[in-house]
């Protein structure tokens, strides 16, 4: 076994110092006339023809309102792997969405543009969610993105298997002893795992982090600016305990307890998976690209291990490239809530985007989200896009009906991906090792927790 | 009458002439043929590896200018306590690699170049999991390795009534599990080296052990392995070094788990760049690896000098 297959991880250590090796900005593309150039992520490929004509409509539209911003599209999505190098090569865009997950870390590294004042004097931008705005904000309130798109986590689970197990799939668990119980029902009565849970490259901790909360419980406490643990007691606890039933009482969770975001989605699109916790956008990758049917595709919000648990929220942001000009910014936040609120405010925008995101059959219509706006608002962009809806809407009634009621926790806020990796481990030892003492492993994690926010 | 040459005078002749010399015998044109090189080596190889030596010592995010920390991201990496938990896994994985991987190879080669028929045949075969690109070959793999009764691997222990095992679920049992299918993703390409090395050994000392009546066993030990002894000390440097940089099969295997039971010194650095974006602590971390793997090949060769044949 010579050689071994290290070319990975060459081209990882090669990326990291080729990418010192740039550091070419994208913050001088003002023309002498005046003219701003800013390039802007998630253009759609050609595959996605009714889209794409949508965003070229859109960047004509524009252009024409704004004569001196000249919009250059990319391909570009966000991935958390290439995005360092991206950044340090000055190939990011001007303005592309991330998720919330990794808000945080952008900001704590300083690799995010500050935008508070073009956000607060923005019509549109003002007028968010103060709740869902605290995502992209630091301590001292300042802005770091455009949140356009929200949610909060859900319990999504396959219909066809709770029939089979004699579950009712109107009815899905509110409670943790609830989906326990369904858990272990479908397991005994099909063969396929009642709950799933992800496990790897920070999920695990980024969904034991949901968990808890719904015990009421915490991460991190911020104390006079520093930030400790706070997961060591009764809600993870609970989790944890939750868990280790499931998984070694019940024999509830089948065999594979590695899976990172991706492979739960596609072992859950396979019907291997009764219940796992995740978001209701997952429905779109599940239907539309891994073989899903939407009709067998239940989300429900995340049950309750208590009644103060709360719900965790996640969603995309539209980031500004920290290298950009203050003009490119000011351009880029416009065109960002241009192409990105206003469908939600203006019945044209609503209408187009639903019409087109139906046509490419690769996007879905009407799924659940939290909405940025008010309430109205919410009811007038529901009518517009309801004859383009193309998900089965009845499966999002235990969802949707419980979601505005819910109390909002956003993620820890103090290096929330390394706390993450942390509780990736506690979560696999849990699942992997039948004796696991529960009490140990959160004392020795919230030690380690303790050391690295010291440090950060 | 001409006038004595000065010391520096003398010096300068002397210069002159090897210059002249090295022109004349071709310096030029072999250097206009070496520019190419040194400009794509020095571009892609040595300038990023100075960079990479300059990171370690900053702190950067890549948007404002770097900072220097001296050694701040060594001593946060040395204290790093998934650090001690990596090396360890690290090396747990070369072991295994030397006990089991190791020996396979030339046991296939040594198998193959035995054969009176179908040589060739036993050749591709072996080297056939070496196509395979190593994304696919490892996710088949995930799937031999089903937890489930129902798993490849737990239906073929069935048959010889053990299991069923947990395979890549249980921490003590997931670093064994990738290091096999490393072993079978790899060995084929190692295999083909030692066949040509195998035929450059001298047939009269087959045909003389032959004659005084020595079994297969013996000619292995006592003829090819001492007439292959260098290649084998190389294989196994390279080898060693290979190992502790391992990376693709525990990233797309375990992602590093069962807690952290297959992080592996490469996994921590990945997560320090590209999840972290400490591109500091991951040079720093790099630098370290480097600098072990550069005195562990030091300490290597002088191990070994007294049995290689060169």
């Known amino acids: 076994m010579l050689t071994t297959r290290w070319r990975a991880g060459a081209v990882t250590a090669l990326a990291i110092l080729a990418a010192t090796a740039c550091s070419a900005g994208s913050g001088t593309a003002v023309s002498d006339d005046g003219t701003v150039t800013i390039t802007v992520g998630q253009k759609p490929t050609p595959d996605q023809a009714a889209a794409l004509k949508t965003w070229t409509d859109r960047v004509a539209q524009f252009e024409k309102a704004n004569p001196k911003v000249k919009i250059e599209g990319s391909e570009y999505g966000y991935d958390v792997q290439t995005f360092q190098a991206d950044l340090a090569a000055g190939t990011l865009p001007t303005v592309v969405a991330i998720p919330y997950t990794d808000v945080q870390g952008l900001i704590e590294r300083k690799q995010l543009a500050d935008v508070t004042d073009v956000v607060k004097a923005s019509p549109v931008g003002g007028k968010i969610n103060p709740e869902v705005l605290k995502t992209v904000q630091d301590a001292g309130g300042h802005i770091f993105g455009l949140p356009v798109q929200a949610y909060t986590m859900s319990l999504n689970y396959n219909r066809a298997l709770f029939r089979q197990a004699g579950l009712d799939p109107d009815r899905p668990p509110a409670t943790w002893e609830e989906v326990r119980r369904a858990a272990k029902a479908i397991a005994d009565k099909t063969g396929k795992a009642g709950y799933a849970m992800m496990t790897t490259n920070n999920t695990g901790g980024w969904v034991l982090t949901a968990m808890t909360y719904t015990y009421g419980g915490a991460i991190e406490k911020v104390n006079g600016g520093k930030a400790s643990a706070a997961f060591a007691d009764a809600p993870m606890t609970g989790a944890l305990t939750t868990l280790q039933q499931m998984r070694w009482t019940d024999n509830a969770m089948g065999s594979n307890f590695l899976f990172n975001q991706k492979q739960l989605q596609q072992e859950f699109a396979g019907g291997k998976v009764g219940m796992y916790i995740g978001t209701p956008g997952d429905y779109r990758d599940a239907v539309t690209t891994m073989g899903a049917k939407g009709e067998d595709f239940g989300v429900a919000p995340l049950p309750l291990g208590s009644p103060d648990g709360g719900t965790l929220t996640g969603g995309a942001v539209q980031m500004f490239n920290p290298k950009a000009s203050k003009q490119q910014i000011e351009a880029a936040v416009k065109w960002a809530e241009f192409f990105w609120l206003e469908k939600f405010t203006d019945q044209d925008h609503a209408v187009t985007d639903a019409k087109a995101a139906n046509a490419d059959k690769q996007y879905s219509v009407g799924l659940p989200m939290l909405w940025l706006f008010d309430e109205a608002s919410k009811k007038r962009y529901d009518e517009w896009i309801k004859p383009y809806v193309n998900t089965v809407q009845a499966n999002f009634t235990p969802y949707t009906s419980k979601a505005a009621s819910l109390k909002l926790m956003i993620e820890p806020p103090v290096a929330g991906q390394k706390v993450y990796a942390n509780l990736d481990s506690v979560v696999q030892t849990v699942l992997t090792q039948k004796d696991a003492d529960v009490g140990k492993l959160l004392a020795d994690a919230s030690k380690a927790v303790d050391g690295l926010l010291a440090n950060s | ?310």
């Open chain 2, 1 to 310: 009458m001409s006038l004595p040459l000065s010391a520096e005078d003398g010096r300068a002749t002397r210069v002159t002439r090897r210059v002249a010399r090295w022109v004349r015998r071709g310096g030029i044109s072999t250097l206009v043929f070496l520019i190419p090189t040194l400009v794509v080596f020095g571009l892609f190889s040595w300038w990023p590896i100075a960079r990479g030596l300059v990171l370690a010592f900053q702190q950067t995010n890549l948007v404002t200018a770097a900072e220097w920390v001296g050694l701040d991201n060594f001593r946060k990496v040395l204290a790093d306590p998934l650090l001690v938990t990596a090396a360890g896994n690290t090396a747990w994985f070369a072991l295994l690699a030397l006990v089991f991987g190791y020996p396979a190879p030339l046991a296939l080669a040594v198998f193959v170049r035995e054969l009176r028929r179908g040589r060739a045949l036993f050749s591709v075969l072996a080297y056939l999991p070496v196509v395979l690109p190593p994304v696919v070959a490892i996710l088949l793999w995930r799937v031999f390795y089903d937890a489930s009764d129902s798993g490849l691997f737990n239906t073929l222990a069935r048959g010889l009534g053990l299991g069923p095992f947990q395979w890549l679920q249980d921490a003590r049992s997931a670093m064994p599990s990738i290091v096999l299918e490393a072993t079978w993703a790899n060995a084929g390409s190692t295999m083909i080296i030692y066949l040509a090395a195998l035929s450059g050994v001298r047939t009269d000392l087959y045909e003389a052990a032959e004659i005084d009546g020595a079994s297969i066993w013996r000619r292995i030990v006592h003829v090819t392995l001492p007439q292959m002894r260098t290649i084998l000390l190389i294989t196994l440097l390279l080898q060693i070094i290979g190992t502790f940089q391992v990376f693709t099969e525990p990233f797309l295997f375990t992602g590093g788990g069962p807690a952290n039971a297959t992080t592996t010194i490469l996994m921590l650095l990945y997560n320090y760049a590209f999840i972290n974006g400490d591109y500091g602590g991951a040079t720093a971390l790099s630098v370290l690896l480097a600098v072990f793997l550069g005195l562990l090949s030091l300490l290597y060769f002088r191990l070994t000098r007294r049995w290689s044949t060169t």
